[in-house]
């Protein structure tokens, strides 16, 4: 195709982004305005504690050690920027750091340095040193959690792939085409196909640059983070939508959901985190907050009220 863009459903992009994704991690150029670090996440709606291993993030961090140098950090460690011999035998040979299965509380905030300046490397009983911007290495890293992000220095720097649940915990590639890929057991032919493909991914990458995924599942599971986990529960079960439009008195509303929480619990909440947790919800939902006033506040006679209806629903 001569242009990428004619891929429009949600399949092909999920493929194109990882395609493209892939060439930009393995070519060498070095371009400080389109540094990113890759982050693949699940595509996969599923709840903000809920993890979705086994879906081949991993394994493309295989696929890439392949090809170019690859060094590895795993990534379950708690406060792991804390420890400052972290890339601790890194040199100018490896062309990717590779952080594995980081967790829901990795702060993506601490890469950003990292993906677009120089990266401060510091050796055990060794003087420290940077290696410059041109030699620095490209961020792979995997996660099963939504990573949360805020503002245009995140989505500079960001960019997620998305990975379906075909391959999970009870059905892996194994069983799929009989032997494990990238050891001795994996045929020639296949061997012969993955070079090729990836020697495709550049071509493509430096072709149409990277192509964005459908974000919808994304941003549901960023907004399931987003959202208090007592407002999360209660409001699943009080906030239910037929076809007609729900009106509620906003001092109403939030002593109903302040009614559900113990008094430890009600710390938590303010009136103005209680709106914002319903927008949070509502967006979840694809529900439209205060559709007649264009989601600006409604208030009458000194009282505000919050309208929530379906997407879609006509504003009257």
């Not at 699940?42 to 993890?51: G, V």
């Not at 694809?286 to 879609?312: C, H, Q, R």
Request: net charge positive; glycine share 4%.
């Amino acid at each position: 195709k001569e242009d990428a863009t004619t891929f429009n459903d949600d399949l092909s992009r999920h493929i194109l982004s990882k395609i493209t994704a892939i060439g930009y991690l393995l070519h060498t150029y070095y371009s400080g305005s389109l540094r990113k670090a890759i982050v693949a996440t699940d595509a996969k709606e599923r709840n903000k504690d809920q993890e979705e291993g086994g879906t081949g993030k991993s394994l493309l961090g295989q696929a890439l050690k392949e090809i170019v140098p690859v060094f590895y950090r795993g990534s379950r460690k708690k406060n792991l920027f804390e420890d400052k011999h972290l890339l601790a035998g890194m040199t100018t040979r490896q062309k990717l750091l590779f952080f594995d299965d980081v967790t829901s509380k990795f702060d993506l905030s601490s890469l950003y340095t990292l993906i677009t300046g120089q990266t401060e490397v510091e050796h055990k009983f060794i003087n420290s040193y940077a290696l410059k911007k041109e030699d620095s290495p490209k961020i792979y890293l995997t996660t099963n959690f939504s990573l949360l992000g805020n503002g245009s220095s995140h989505d500079r720097r960001i960019f997620e792939i998305a990975f379906s649940d075909y391959y999970n915990i009870k059905f892996n590639p194994r069983q799929d085409f009989g032997y494990e890929f990238f050891c001795k057991e994996m045929p020639y032919e296949q061997w012969n196909k993955f070079y090729n493909f990836m020697a495709q991914a550049v071509k493509t990458y430096l072709q149409f640059g990277l192509i964005e995924a459908p974000k919808e599942n994304i941003r549901k599971n960023q907004l399931r983070c987003l959202i208090k986990e007592e407002f999360l529960n209660w409001a699943e079960e009080s906030i239910l939508l037929d076809n007609d439009i729900k009106n509620y008195i906003r001092n109403d509303f939030n002593d109903s959901f302040l009614k559900s929480l113990s008094e430890i619990e009600k710390r938590k909440f303010s009136s103005f985190s209680i709106k914002k947790n319903l927008k949070l919800f509502c967006e979840l939902k694809s529900y439209d907050f205060n559709p007649s006033a264009n989601g600006n506040d409604i208030k009458k006679n000194s009282i505000e009220y919050f309208e929530i209806s379906k997407l879609g629903r006509s504003k009257t």
